[in-house]
């Protein structure tokens, strides 16, 4: 009889518990699809690296415009070489390198979305 | 005394192997940084990934940690779409992340302040992205240097631009890397030259080289968080133009 009763307990306690457990589990599934759900949702961006640092920052505007200078500069040389219409390549080049260079600042800097002319375009066609 | 700053980026050859077309192929300082980096990050990841623990130990958790770390950058970067480059990317960011800082320890080499490495490292990239983006897209990969809806007249011109910027990418990639690992070793190298030289001249120069030396200590943990930083920025990078290869029509 008394033992009877305690089993009785030992259910109630066992099912109480496996009760707390399955919420304690719902609960956890809820937070990782939340977790899922915003990680997917997330748009795939540089926003973590810009906002990295200063220094690190400014260290890669800098190397952005360069490198976008340089090139136009390299293959405007490189133009004049093959063709021999020297200074030509050279000068269209280095303005047309200057201007990537800035459109890769713009676009690292987060100023220009890298979809800017879908926008842009869009906003034309309202107007 | 005088101290030379570049010194440190010297290439010595250890073991001379064999000589194509006049060029010299041997084993030398870099090459020996570069196994031992590779050696060290081998290790770290076998070694921890060995015990198999499901409560980690300290270092597996350190492995973990690096894993999570970068499957993340890889996600929130390039989209879940990304992780199949997932290899490639932690690849990348522990080998310059372990180069960056074994390269701090003193009389030891650095081998990202090599420009022909990190430039490796960004045509890898590079070459990756448009054999990627050519083979996974065809020629929709073009889509990259048409933006959409802008006039016919100041098109051609636009994509010039566009291609240009493409091509910048490998220049200002590897140069990032190449540029603060130099000038940081060289600041250092440069404060530490101001002690040597304060502290020859007597009693009030070594009171006169705390001030460098306090300068370097500052420094040296700077220069620890440029060189994970810098990794960091490295792999974010790949990402965003592995994404580029992936998602061309932006």
């Known amino acids: 009889m008394s033992d009877g009763a305690r ?103 987060g100023v220009v979305p890298r979809n800017a002319f879908d926008d842009g375009a869009a906003r034309d066609k309202d107007t | ?96 992340l372990f180069a960056n800082i074994i390269g701090l320890i003193p009389f030891s080499f650095t081998v990202t302040s090599q420009l022909i490495v990190t430039v490796a490292l960004a045509l890898t990239v590079f070459l990756t992205v448009v054999i990627y983006g050519f083979w996974h897209n065809g020629l929709h990969f073009f889509n990259l240097f048409v933006p959409k809806g802008v006039p016919k007249l100041i098109l051609p011109m636009i994509v010039f631009i566009e291609v240009l910027s493409f091509l910048s990418r490998p220049v200002s990639h590897s140069v990032r890397l190449f540029a603060n690992m130099l000038a940081g070793h060289i600041t250092l190298q440069v404060f530490a030259g101001f002690i040597i030289m304060l502290a020859s001249a007597g009693v009030l120069g070594w009171l006169g080289a705390t001030l460098p030396f306090i300068m370097v200590v500052l420094l040296t943990a700077l220069e620890l968080l440029v060189a994970f930083l810098q990794a960091y920025v490295f792999a974010i990078l790949t990402c965003i133009y592995l994404n580029d290869a992936i998602h061309p029509g932006h």
């Open chain 2, 1 to 96: 005394m005088q101290i030379d700053p570049i010194e440190q980026f010297e290439i010595k050859n250890f073991l001379p192997i064999a000589t194509l077309r006049g060029h010299e192929i041997s084993f030398t300082n870099s090459a020996l940084f570069m196994l031992i980096t590779v050696a060290g990050v081998s290790l770290l990841m076998i070694g921890a990934s060995a015990s198999r623990a499901v409560v980690p130990g300290r270092l597996q958790s350190v492995a973990e940690l690096s894993y999570e770390f970068v499957a993340n950058t890889v996600r929130s970067s390039a989209g879940n779409e990304g992780m199949k480059f997932f290899p490639f990317v932690f690849t990348l960011f522990m080998f310059v």
């Open chain 1, 7 to 109: 089993e009785d307990g030992d259910h109630g306690k066992a099912r109480t518990e496996e009760a707390a457990l399955s919420a304690r589990l719902q609960r956890l599934n809820e937070r990782l699809a939340r977790d899922r759900a915003g990680r997917s949702s997330e748009s795939p961006g540089e926003d973590r690296a810009t906002t990295a640092s200063g220094y690190a920052r400014g260290f890669r505007l800098s190397s952005e415009l360069v490198a976008g200078v340089l090139v136009g500069a390299g293959l405007g040389w490189l133009i004049d070489r093959l063709l021999g219409i020297s200074p030509w390549g050279l000068i269209v080049f280095l303005l047309l390198g200057f201007a990537a260079g800035v459109l890769n600042v713009m676009r690292s800097a």
